[in-house]
């Protein structure tokens, strides 16, 4: 008969966090898989548990996962724990569900925190669509295009940084998105520290070109402006500069016409700007 993998939410910070039902799973396994052992038995050492250990991480999934199967396959159950919050959320614990699934293993997830709908929820932004994103590429081309298939997303989006690539990818999403749009920078969360810093984008760039970030971030940045559809959008047709000259026919100022402008067609206003600008 196969054991069974349990997905354990550890704490993100405050190990006050960790449930009870977490503490008996991760007392009762035969094995604990863990993202980074080093973090991990700090963890079972603060409550007296002693189990055996292994790495299971991006660098060696491919064949500690076969190892780990073959263990569940021969009735051991296994707990697999990341560096902090709940596994198989941007870490390699998704492949090995993958690998329950394809040898009819059960999986099970034992709840607890999860950075990123801990920061949603205390972001003062949207939760009723969210779009989680996770970690952007360090390649910068990557990470643009990743941030341009998103720009006209509704939902809010969810994103996690580390602090030493913060500042360069809050400068490409207030070029993708326009310095305009709402944004939570959480951070240090259920820490002593904790922090969530809600501003636009313009305003989180210039606080980070005169302060470093410190501690791991969750990045929650509103949606785009809903734009309603229809069969035949009016401003299909019309040039940007069309379309901004006609409000300012009107009587809007051009800063007023350029952010109308924007909105109408769901793109930001340095998009619009730039073109109405353009010789």
């Not at 902090?84 to 040898?103: F, K, M, Y």
């Not at 949603?120 to 910068?140: M, W």
């Not at 007023?256 to 730039?274: P, Q, T, W």
Request: proline content about 3%.
């Amino acid at each position: 008969m196969n054991g069974k993998l349990y997905l354990c939410a550890t704490p993100i910070g405050n190990l006050g966090d960790i449930s009870a039902r977490c503490l008996e799973v991760l007392n009762t396994a035969d094995l604990i898989a863990a993202e980074d052992t080093r973090r991990t038995i700090q963890l079972l050492n603060h409550f007296e548990i002693s189990k055996p250990l292994t790495s299971y991480h991006e660098h060696n999934r491919h064949e500690k996962g076969e190892y780990i199967i073959s263990l569940l396959k021969s009735g051991k159950n296994v707990v697999v724990v990341s560096d902090a919050g709940t596994p198989a959320i941007s870490d390699p614990g998704e492949d090995l569900v993958r690998l329950c699934a394809q040898n009819n293993v059960d999986v099970t997830s034992i709840p607890g925190p999860v950075a990123g709908i801990n920061a949603l929820i205390i972001s003062g932004l949207s939760t009723r669509r969210f779009a989680f994103e996770g970690f952007l590429s360090v390649n910068k081309r990557h990470r643009r295009e990743h941030l341009e298939s998103v720009k006209r997303d509704t939902h809010t989006l969810i994103f996690y940084e580390a602090p030493h690539k913060l500042k360069n990818t809050l400068s490409d999403m207030c070029r993708t998105f326009g310095g305009d749009r709402k944004i939570a920078l959480v951070r240090e969360l259920t820490k002593i520290h904790e922090e969530v810093k809600r501003c636009t984008l313009d305003e989180a760039v210039d606080f980070y070109s005169e302060n470093n970030p410190r501690g791991e971030y969750v990045i929650v940045i509103e949606g785009a402006p809903e734009i309603e559809e229809t069969d035949n959008n009016i401003w299909d047709n019309v040039s940007i500069k069309e379309h901004v000259d006609k409000y300012i026919a009107e009587g809007m100022t051009s800063k007023e016409a350029i952010k109308k402008s924007a909105l109408d067609r769901g793109v930001s206003k340095r998009e619009v700007y730039n073109e109405y600008h353009k010789e």
